[in-house]
């Protein structure tokens, strides 16, 4: 089954995602990241981080072990946190790029996001 992949960028929300959507199914994983910024956290932090979601979940950051890609199939392996959150502790899809984006370009953004 492939999974339409788009990347978004949000300024007005302070984050930049990659969406991987099931259209079958409505399932959603998502990569997003704070934008850089010059404002710092409580803990005197600047805010840049990684998380996972199903886009209506809360967020896991540091959700990803590791992926790697397989030609087409992007494959991510989870933290348990986030294996609860998605039910499994590897996710793997056959990707199909949106929004004009190509394979290549998504797998630099998936590379940026969780670096």
Same mark, same amino acid.
């Given at each position: 089954?492939?999974?339409?992949?788009?990347?978004?960028?949000?300024?007005?929300?302070?984050?930049?995602?990659?969406?991987?959507?099931?259209?079958?199914?409505?399932?959603?994983?998502?990569?997003?990241?704070?934008?850089?910024?010059?404002?710092?956290?409580?803990?005197?932090?600047?805010?840049?981080?990684?998380? *996972?979601?199903?886009?209506?979940?809360?967020?896991?950051?540091?959700?990803? *072990?590791?992926?790697?890609?397989?030609?087409?199939?992007?494959?991510?392996?989870?933290?348990?946190?986030?294996?609860?959150?998605?039910?499994?502790?590897?996710?793997?899809?056959?990707?199909?790029?949106?929004?004009?984006?190509?394979?290549?370009?998504?797998?630099?953004?998936?590379?940026?996001?969780?670096?």
């Amino acid at each position: 089954m492939a999974i339409r992949v788009s990347h978004e960028r949000h300024p007005d929300l302070g984050c930049e995602a990659l969406v991987f959507l099931d259209e079958d199914s409505d399932g959603c994983f998502q990569i997003q990241r704070d934008l850089p910024s010059p404002l710092r956290d409580a803990d005197g932090h600047r805010p840049n981080r990684y998380c *996972v979601t199903t886009g209506a979940s809360a967020p896991v950051y540091g959700g990803i *072990v590791q992926w790697r890609r397989v030609g087409d199939r992007f494959e991510f392996a989870l933290t348990k946190r986030a294996a609860a959150l998605f039910d499994d502790e590897v996710l793997s899809f056959d990707v199909v790029p949106a929004g004009g984006s190509t394979i290549d370009q998504l797998a630099k953004h998936v590379d940026r996001l969780i670096g």
